[in-house]
């Protein structure tokens, strides 16, 4: 399945791992590059937790970042997510991390406010090209289109989105430097 | 979720998610509620109701699971891509042993197949209850491969196949026999130990070019020696660049310092570059009586499954080579000795570690050496050619430990070496407990301290 093949660059610290900044304005409290990290074919696990504090966890399809907005989606089933969208609906809590697979560059993104809504098209439009840019990275380390498409597979009808704004952004690269704190 | 003991879906149904070949997630929650999300590359199936998870660095998840011990993992099935959700229960974290060692040695295979040889380093095995499993609801799974072999049945037939054994020759030859035959691997080997040094040397081999019969590994040494020391069996699902997990890379060199002279190494036959390698102990009661050991240069070849079979068919052989009879009840017959004919060769004996060489070629040394040195010794100064297991068990120039088969272990391996790569002398099997030295020129004996 995997090969093993990696792209070189998994080493330093976030913000510079991700290149230089475009023109876009940072939106969400997050910078450009972050953003356009998010908006790559990574893998998207997401967390909550309940009054009881008992730990949820699910994967997303996509991050919705709407142009003027101070608050971030995130694409979910419903149905393979039931538990975990009632947490954050229960207690707003919610953590995103961003891996991409190739690099082992990862983020988190953690917030108190989040509120689970409906899918608008665009959020369903994103999720589908999501998924292509998932098989694609995924294709780099030798996993097969069918099996990143079986991982992903969703019913674009019963989408939920996850708003929040993050709080907290920690890097998450495997090594010693993960944990700690990466400003925004 | 629904309780693991409980519900139709088992920790054991769902072990090819916990093979490494695909990132988990894991999710934990602070004391104040602050969730945490992650990838996590080892979850280690344990035994039906318990996971180890690997601690590597002093993380977040780690800090949670410590103050709020509940953990819920999402893992992924590789060949379907199915989901399933795991609960989990902290209970401790172990940093020796067995479970640690196991684990230690598979995240080398990991790391390196996600080109994280650099990072990666075990440093405690967390152990978990599983709490609850479920199917995560949804998705679109591929079809499941269909297996290439059933294992349950495969390991049936082997056990069956042991029973019949007369002796330890026997045994050892059909088990790599039923391994080939039955469970379709291509490279094999037993080696058994020394129980005074606690090295194991190899008695038997399938699918090598040189047998290497007579190589030794030592106790905590590669995956045969963790196996050995720890009785546990370690499993490396993917080739790792992990020089603590290379037999091959050895060289003999702490071999050859510690005695002077020629070389006394047999090399070890291992493949150069196995993506999977198991090595399985074989218990005979509480002793450690050798491993098994398998490998294959394709990646993900032993699974659980596989695992779990080799060391059922590890028990069975461990309990047949504890219930063989002293194969020593004969008294000895004399013979005539043959006629040998031709230029001498030189037989060169080292008291120091008891090495023999046949016209300055290594043989074999150790007790295996000191058995060949009394037989040549024997055979040119008494003409004898007929011997008995008993004979040597009593001669004091032997140092034979307690056991039965350590003794018989050694005339394999002794008969295995001279049968290779010794045209001169060969030892036969004559009766039970009896054998025949077979010596085809004369022999010039020297004996250097």
Request: glycine share 8%; hydrophobic share 45%; charged share 20%.
């Amino acid at each position: 399945m995997a090969n093993g093949g990696q792209r070189d660059g998994q080493r330093g610290g976030w913000p510079e791992r991700l290149g230089p900044e475009g023109g876009r304005p940072a939106r969400a409290g997050l910078s450009e590059a972050i953003l356009t990290f998010l908006e790559r074919g990574v893998s998207l696990v997401v967390s909550s937790s309940d009054r009881a504090n008992r730990p949820r966890v699910g994967r997303a399809l996509a991050v919705q970042v709407p142009a003027d907005g101070t608050w971030i989606g995130v694409c979910l089933d419903r149905t393979a997510n039931a538990a975990l969208l009632a947490a954050v609906a229960e207690t707003g809590r919610f953590a995103l991390a961003a891996t991409e697979p190739s690099t082992h560059l990862s983020i988190q993104l953690i917030g108190e406010d989040a509120t689970v809504t409906v899918a608008d098209a665009e959020a369903t439009a994103l999720a589908a090209r999501h998924v292509d840019a998932f098989a694609a990275e995924l294709a780099l380390i030798g996993y097969g289109d069918a099996f990143t498409r079986a991982l992903m597979a969703h019913d674009p009808a019963t989408l939920a989105v996850v708003r929040f704004c993050p709080s907290r952004l920690y890097d998450q690269t495997p090594g010693p430097k993960a944990g700690t704190a990466v400003p925004p | 979720m629904s309780a693991a003991t409980s519900a139709s879906l088992t920790l054991d149904a769902i072990r090819a998610c916990l093979e490494g070949a695909v990132p988990a997630t894991i999710a934990t929650c602070a004391p104040d509620g602050t969730p945490n999300v992650s990838l996590l590359s080892q979850v280690h199936y344990v035994d039906p109701d318990h996971v180890a998870l690997s601690y590597q660095f002093f993380n977040k998840t780690r800090a949670n699971i410590l103050a709020n011990p509940i953990a819920v993992l999402q893992v992924i099935d590789p060949p379907t891509a199915a989901q399933y959700r795991m609960e989990l229960c902290y209970l401790r974290t172990e940093t020796t042993g067995p479970l640690f060692e196991s684990m230690k040695a598979k995240l080398a295979g990991i790391a390196s197949h996600v080109g994280m040889q650099d990072v990666f380093r075990l440093l405690g095995a967390d152990l978990y209850r599983v709490t609850a499993i479920e199917a995560v609801p949804g998705g679109a799974p591929l079809p499941a491969p269909v297996a290439q072999r059933s294992l349950l049945s495969a390991t049936r037939r082997a056990c069956e196949a042991l029973r019949g054994c007369a002796d330890l020759t026997e045994l050892l030859d059909h088990s790599l026999c039923v391994l080939r035959r039955l469970f379709g691997v291509e490279h094999a080997l037993i080696l058994m130990p020394d129980e005074a040094t606690g090295r194991l040397f190899t008695v038997a081999a399938l699918g090598y070019d040189s047998s290497g019969v007579g190589s030794e590994v030592a106790p905590g040494e590669g995956v045969i020696g963790v196996a050995a020391r720890e009785r546990v069996p370690i499993r490396i699902t993917h080739m790792t660049s992990d020089v603590a997990y290379s037999l091959t890379a050895r060289d003999g060199a702490e071999d050859a310092g510690l005695t002077g002279g020629p070389a006394r190494e047999i090399p070890f036959p291992g493949l150069e570059r196995p993506h999977s390698q198991l090595a399985v102990p074989i218990l005979a009661g509480r002793r450690l009586a050798g491993v098994l050991f398998v490998e294959s240069r394709q990646e993900m070849r032993f699974t659980y499954d596989d695992e779990d079979a080799l060391a059922t068919l590890a028990a069975q052989l461990g309990a047949l080579i504890q219930a063989l009879p002293p194969a020593e009840d004969v008294a000895p017959v004399p013979a005539a000795c043959p006629q040998a004919g031709g230029a001498p060769v030189v037989v060169r004996h080292y008291a120091a570690d008891d090495s023999v060489f046949v016209d300055h070629d290594y043989l074999i040394k150790g007790v295996a050496g000191a058995i060949l040195w009394k037989l040549v010794r024997d055979h040119t100064t008494l003409g004898r050619t007929d011997f008995t297991n008993r004979e040597l068990r009593l001669a004091p120039d032997i140092p034979l430990p307690d056991f039965a088969e350590n003794l018989e272990a050694r005339l394999i391996l002794l008969q295995r070496r001279l049968a290779e790569r010794c045209g001169v002398l060969r030892i036969e099997k004559t009766g039970r407990g009896r054998f025949r030295l077979v010596v085809t020129k004369p022999l010039l004996l020297q004996e250097t301290a």
